[in-house]
């Protein structure tokens, strides 16, 4: 069955650190572009990163460039988000999900979504 299951969120300080896993089951991440998105309080669901098939191209938005660094850990099958210099309103539920297309960050070229993992920033 094909799943994916983010982990590794919660409550963090501003400035701290926290890095968010996407474990993928039932197909390989290698063959597919997995982007990370995020749904703050209240708002829409937004792009936050991508990582191409190839692994060769990512994506960020502007709001976490030089923030957050997308990888892939083929071995494990599985996709990363470190994300550095968290602030306040980095706070949202992300999700992790799997497209057959190039990277774009817009939802509705993502399938197959992760149950999301809750990151609060607060002091």
């Known amino acids: 069955q094909l799943q994916l299951v983010e982990s590794g969120g919660g409550l963090v300080q501003p400035g701290g650190s926290l890095r968010l896993s996407c474990a993928a089951s039932?197909?390989?991440?290698?063959?597919?572009?997995i982007g990370w998105f995020r749904q703050p309080p209240g708002k829409g669901r937004e792009g936050v990163s991508c990582?191409?098939?190839?692994?060769?191209?990512?994506v960020y938005a502007d709001s976490v460039k030089g923030r957050f660094t997308i990888s892939r850990d083929s071995a494990k099958n599985t996709v990363y988000l470190q994300m550095n210099s968290l602030k306040p309103e980095d706070t949202a539920v992300y999700y992790c999900?799997?497209?057959?297309?190039?990277?774009?960050?817009?939802?509705?070229?993502?399938?197959?979504w992760g149950q999301g993992t809750q990151v609060t920033v607060s002091s």
């Open positions: 990582i191409s098939s190839s692994g060769s191209s990512t």
């Open positions: 039932g197909f390989t991440v290698d063959y597919h572009a």
């Open positions: 999900a799997r497209s057959n297309l190039p990277c774009i960050l817009t939802p509705g070229r993502f399938i197959s």
